[in-house]
């Protein structure tokens, strides 16, 4: 079990380490083969039905997490020269496919960027990359406001979450993780289609993004320039966003920033008026999309100093006991085997 933990530690180091230097690439992506998978799986089973979206994410994220756990099976009973470099190796890849921080702050480099030369065209093309909104819906500051929203919250989803998961499930927490929240993206939104056939993977996504969300927002109050703003802003703010792990989140990174986040968007060819986080504050700037990158990354380094140290810190007290326990199961032989050798050597009488 020691070299397991550590060797999950190595990995999930490398494998963040490999997103920093070579992020997404364009082709070939195993979230976007998932994806492709789960869309085929989409059009044999979709009805406009609860129970049939739930055998959708059962057998998209199921599957994915049970090949995962067979791959790591397979690792695990590889000869003992070759066990913990494999399980290091297959750590590692899976890390760096299931995280994205590096693209998220890659694509809204580059919407700020457009929106800080005056080319709403260009920004307008970008925007999708990072969320669903309608651009042609926006103008230069709400696109701004959009890019920000979508750096708090996917800093959440696309890194933190899946480290939380990995730190608990492994190789397997990892890749369902991921799965679900893909689902969720693909069909657990509100559309005439998936409204009842996502809900299974929309209230899953919720389930598997708490913790995230909430060590996430923690991370925020812990990095970002103002604290005592992101713990207020958490604190009034979180729980009156509509999704229960986006609020406290987006509430953080606003009340970090000094920004005001929330209002009214157009998504989904629908528009929704949400709560204002953090009233009171100015609203988003094309500068604080490059603060809001920056705080990510740093928020997303905590993420994996801590999920490690916590994954280590669980083995030792686990390994603890386990001493402990053998240590009095030896003590408690030794008397036996005392109190059997007296008991002999009463039995044979004085002089025997």
């Not at 089973?45 to 090949?67: E, K, N, Q, S």
């Not at 970008?126 to 969320?131: G, N, V």
């Not at 280590?312 to 408690?332: F, K």
Request: a positive charge.
């Amino acid at each position: 079990m020691r070299g397991e933990h550590a060797g999950y530690a190595c990995g999930a180091a490398l494998g963040f380490l490999g997103d920093l230097i070579a992020a997404d690439p364009r082709r070939g992506h195993p979230v976007a083969a998932f994806g492709r998978a789960a869309a085929a799986v989409e059009r044999r089973l979709w009805r406009d039905h609860r129970g049939w979206g739930a055998a959708h994410t059962v057998l998209c994220a199921g599957g994915a997490a049970a090949g995962a756990a067979l791959v790591r099976h397979a690792v695990r009973s590889a000869p003992a020269p070759l066990r913990d470099g494999a399980g290091i190796a297959l750590t590692a890849a899976t890390v760096w496919a299931v995280l994205g921080g590096t693209s998220l702050g890659r694509e809204a480099r580059a919407v700020g960027g457009a929106l800080a030369a005056g080319d709403l065209d260009v920004a307008r093309e970008r925007l999708p990359h990072l969320c669903g909104r309608d651009p042609q819906a926006l103008d230069g500051p709400q696109m701004a406001r959009a890019v920000v929203e979508s750096v708090a919250e996917n800093t959440s989803d696309a890194v933190v979450g899946a480290l939380v998961w990995g730190a608990l499930g492994g190789v397997p927490g990892l890749v369902a993780f991921r799965a679900v929240n893909t689902l969720d993206a693909m069909v657990g939104h509100k559309s005439p289609r998936h409204r009842r056939f996502g809900w299974a993977s929309a209230r899953l996504d919720d389930l598997a993004g708490w913790p995230g969300s909430r060590l996430t927002a923690a991370l925020t109050v812990l990095a970002g320039p103002d604290r005592r703003g992101a713990l207020r802003a958490w604190r009034a703010d979180g729980g009156a966003h509509p999704s229960p792990n986006a609020g406290p989140v987006e509430a953080s990174f606003a009340g970090a920033l000094g920004v005001r986040l929330g209002g009214t968007l157009a998504y989904g060819g629908r528009v929704e008026h949400r709560p204002v986080l953090n009233d009171g504050a100015p609203p988003v700037a094309v500068p604080d999309i490059e603060r809001a990158v920056r705080l990510s990354r740093r928020v997303s380094v905590l993420a994996l100093v801590t999920t490690v140290a916590a994954r280590l810190a669980a083995g030792a007290v686990r390994r603890a006991p386990s001493s402990v326990t053998r240590r009095a199961a030896g003590a408690r032989t030794r008397a036996a085997v005392g109190a059997l050798a007296r008991t002999a050597h009463d039995s044979r009488g004085p002089g025997a």
